[in-house]
């Protein structure tokens, strides 16, 4: 890594290269680096070692850990880059061919989440039409269009509203067999509407964590995104005002989000209000914390690994889907060479595939290719 890598990046004007570094830090984990940490905690019995293995394990149903920050920080970082590139795009082209641009670009992102999770390789019902990729989208086109067309106190209603809106229905609105305000997996008002309503292959059995009705909320994650946005945005706020504005905005999403927790549980299947709270004030922590680092110390070098995924996060995402990483990694240093390693084996496997995945993005980013939707 050189200087000149920081400094063309650094360069653009009005790129946040803090920006793109936390959404590769983001993806960091879904690329290889999980994998790699569990293969070290593994290796020691030590209370630390559990700490660590639990907090990058999805909690199985309530509570939050690490790792259910993976995903609503994305939608969160998305909803901070729209505030540059929609406001870019008004200013540009005009509202009217700006919502086209949101659309298409919208619709490109959700065929790609159904070609993710497999097309229609095995049949029309086979089809997941919910996933990762098309919360994403949805969540977007939503919040883009919020953007466009409401002032920001608008949004903040909109916001509250949706939150508001989801926890009564969660709470009051009955279940058959199930009654009203049970959050049991299965036996909850947005489980049963996926069991209704929700068509194809459903990720877990007869409702999807990524469902109709939990991604009212998840706009609402994609919206506390906006209004971070719109505060590093700003030119007359100043870059260090703009770091405490953002800790103590996300030191109160994450005290109210584990107050309402108390009677709307913290589960991230369910994307619950209480969830997005917390996951957004964690999000804006973090968001803080390498915008003091990378655009006011000016502590580039360290970030750069994660600005190379951050600048290619769905390329990146859709290769770990299409080649088979872990098969490479064996060819190079499984069989005979993975059992001398004894416990290290599996270890460097894992390595290997992460090496990999950050070579691919180094080599896109050298190269100046930048795939986007």
Not at 1 to 9: A, H, L
Not at 147 to 155: D, H, I, K, Q, V
Not at 245 to 253: M, Q, R, S, W
Request: hydrophobic share 50%.
């Amino acid at each position: 890594m050189t200087n000149d890598e920081v400094q063309d990046v650094s360069t653009k004007p009005n790129r946040l290269v803090s920006l793109d570094a936390l959404r590769g830090f983001d993806m960091f984990w879904i690329v290889g680096a999980e994998e790699v940490v569990h293969a070290l905690t593994g290796l020691n019995d030590a209370p630390w070692a559990k700490i660590i293995t639990e907090q990058l394990s999805h909690k199985a149903w309530q509570g939050f850990a690490f790792y259910d920050l993976i995903f609503p920080l994305f939608v969160f970082i998305v909803g901070i880059s729209l505030v540059f590139s929609v406001s870019h795009s008004l200013e540009a082209y005009g509202t009217a061919k700006t919502i086209r641009r949101v659309f298409i670009r919208s619709a490109i992102l959700y065929v790609l989440g159904l070609f993710y999770y497999g097309g229609i390789a095995n049949g029309y019902d086979q089809v997941r039409f919910v996933g990762v990729l098309q919360r994403i989208a949805i969540c977007y086109f939503l919040a883009s269009l919020a953007f466009c067309f409401l002032a920001t106190r608008g949004r903040i209603a909109l916001c509250v509203g949706i939150l508001a809106s989801y926890w009564a229905l969660m709470t009051f609105v009955p279940v058959p067999e199930a009654g009203a305000g049970n959050f049991e997996e299965g036996k909850n008002l947005a489980n049963y509407v996926d069991k209704q309503f929700l068509p194809g292959k459903k990720w877990d059995g007869d409702h999807d964590p990524e469902g109709l009705l939990s991604t009212l909320p998840a706009v609402a994650t994609c919206l506390l995104g906006v209004f971070a946005g719109g505060l590093l945005r700003s030119t007359s706020i100043k870059d260090a005002l703009k770091v405490i504005y953002l800790l103590t905005g996300g030191l109160a999403l994450t005290a109210l989000g584990y107050l309402w927790g108390m009677e709307f549980p913290i589960i991230k299947k369910l994307w619950t209000s209480s969830y997005v709270l917390v996951a957004a004030g964690y999000s804006c922590i973090l968001m803080a914390l390498f915008y003091l680092i990378v655009e006011i110390i000016g502590f580039k070098i360290w970030a750069m690994p994660f600005v190379w995924i951050g600048m290619n996060p769905i390329t990146i995402y859709l290769a770990h889907n299409l080649i088979h990483f872990d098969d490479i990694a064996n060819r190079i240093a499984g069989g005979p060479l993975k059992e001398t390693l004894g416990v290290y084996g599996e270890m460097v496997i894992l390595a290997l595939v992460l090496g990999m995945s950050l070579w691919i993005v180094n080599f896109l980013y050298r190269k100046k290719i930048f795939l986007r939707v």
